[in-house]
């Protein structure tokens, strides 16, 4: 189990570290882009990626003076090269080069592209044998047992970003895994936590990224409004933490002031706390296993004076059920419901269909696909697209 392996692996060097960004452009990548920043004697930049935006690349680029400069998109090569023409600072273009720059060897790397289509990076990162920060859960909810094999295989570490596992990886006693009774997942409950049905049957894209306490990108925030980013979360504890998938439970706390809680035989319950901002992950992430200083607000628990948790509601929230079904299921379902939901949700954000056909299709698309197991990622590539072609079809259904 990965959460083992930490403790057995030495944190790099404690001098200077070169670190690779992979998806620099979003929110992971710019609130880690920042903390590197401001720590220019600790941190060397060996690779920035993104998509196609090219300006905000170039501008972190010019920032931050990677060794090189990437966008997927090679339509775009041209515009990079021109906007760094000046700066000394390769760029390249392409998913093949993209991999092949994420498989240069550096101390650390963070994952923070979005969606399955993060996947061949990461394991490519993790095939260095370093450390890898992992904020792209989908991941191991696509291939987690590929993802842990390869990190055995290399030697790899894989440190939680996502705030949750963090929060647990902080606060889990390894050497005291058996005691741990049960993982407790905090959710904020998100946009529509007290929306009726009917009233999110009508939500549109823009209400749905609106999220109460994160600023996040466009897919994540609305797995947080349907709660399916919780049930991504369940799967990611599942491989993380050595705990069965039914001790890991969901409650909804709407301040996300508690980032989660790991709960012991012995009655006691350990908590990490921090303000909603995910520079405090990263950065213990980034400094681990020592710490590192953010300039990020600090929590004023007096102010906020209470703490509320509540059970999550299956009714109006059925994608954490659906989540926990695929998991249980096993033989790479979680990698259906990935690319199920990948398909609903830019579906829904195209207006394509509303905002409760993301579970419906979802659910659908688990029932019509049958699945196998992911031990390579050609498994995974014919079960993705399988899957997506399902999902399409069904949306063209609703729509
Ligand atoms: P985002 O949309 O803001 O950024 C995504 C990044 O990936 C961008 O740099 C984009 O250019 C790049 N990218 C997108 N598609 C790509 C492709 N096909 N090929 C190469 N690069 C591509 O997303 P985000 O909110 O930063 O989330 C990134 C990951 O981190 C997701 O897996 C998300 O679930 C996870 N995560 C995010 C947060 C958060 O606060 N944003 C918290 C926890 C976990
Ligand atoms: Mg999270």
Redesign the pocket.
């Known amino acids: 189990m990965a959460v083992s392996k930490i403790t057995e692996v030495q944190a790099g060097s404690t001098g200077r570290r070169r670190i690779t960004i992979?998806?620099?452009?979003?929110?992971?990548?710019t609130?880690t882009a920042d903390l590197v920043a401001r720590n220019p004697d600790t941190f060397d930049v060996a690779v920035l990626?993104?998509?196609?935006?090219v300006a905000d690349l170039a501008a972190l680029a010019r920032d931050l003076r990677p060794d090189i400069a990437i966008v997927?998109d090679d339509a775009s090569y041209n515009d990079l090269k021109d906007a760094l023409a000046d700066t000394g600072i390769e760029v390249a273009a392409g998913?093949d080069a993209?991999v092949a720059a994420a498989r240069e060897p550096v101390d650390m790397t963070v994952a923070?592209?979005?969606?399955a289509?993060?996947l061949d990076?990461t394991l490519a990162a993790i095939q260095q044998g370093s450390v890898v920060a992992l904020?792209?859960?989908?991941c191991l909810v696509c291939a987690g047992d590929l993802v842990l094999e390869e990190c055995a295989q290399s030697g790899a570490t894989l440190l939680p970003?996502?705030?949750e596992h963090n929060a647990i990886f902080q606060v889990f006693e390894t050497e005291n895994a058996d005691d741990v009774e049960k993982l407790i997942l905090t959710a904020s409950g998100g946009p529509f936590r007290t929306w009726t049905q009917e009233q999110m049957a009508g939500a549109t894209p823009d209400q749905a990224v609106a999220h109460p306490n994160?600023?996040?990108?466009?897919?994540?925030s609305v797995?947080s409004a349907t709660m399916m980013?919780k049930g991504?979360e369940l799967i990611e504890a599942a491989y993380l933490f050595p705990v069965d998938s039914q001790d890991i439970d969901v409650l909804v706390h709407p301040q996300s002031v508690v980032h989660s809680m790991v709960a012991y035989t012995d009655g006691s319950i350990l908590a990490q706390l921090g303000p909603p901002d995910?520079r405090v992950p990263i950065a213990h992430a980034l400094a681990w296993p020592a710490r590192m200083k953010t300039p990020v607000e600090r929590l004023d628990l007096a102010a906020i004076g209470s703490l509320n948790f509540e059970l999550p509601d299956n009714e109006r929230f059925p994608a954490i059920a659906l989540a926990r079904h695929a998991l249980e299921l096993g033989n790479g379902s979680t990698a259906v419901l990935n690319a199920a939901n990948e398909i609903a949700v830019q579906s829904f954000l195209d207006n394509l269909i509303g905002f409760l056909d993301i579970a419906k299709l979802v659910e659908k698309a688990l029932d019509q696909v049958v699945a196998r197991p992911v031990q390579t990622l050609n498994d995974f590539r014919d079960l993705d697209t399988e899957t997506r072609a399902v999902t399409e079809s069904l949306v063209k259904l609703v729509s």
């Open positions: 992979l998806g620099a452009t979003g929110s992971i990548g609130s990626t993104a998509n196609r935006n997927a998913s993209l923070g592209i979005v969606g289509a993060g990076a904020a792209n859960k989908e970003l996502d705030s994160w600023d996040m990108g466009r897919k994540i797995d980013n991504l995910m």
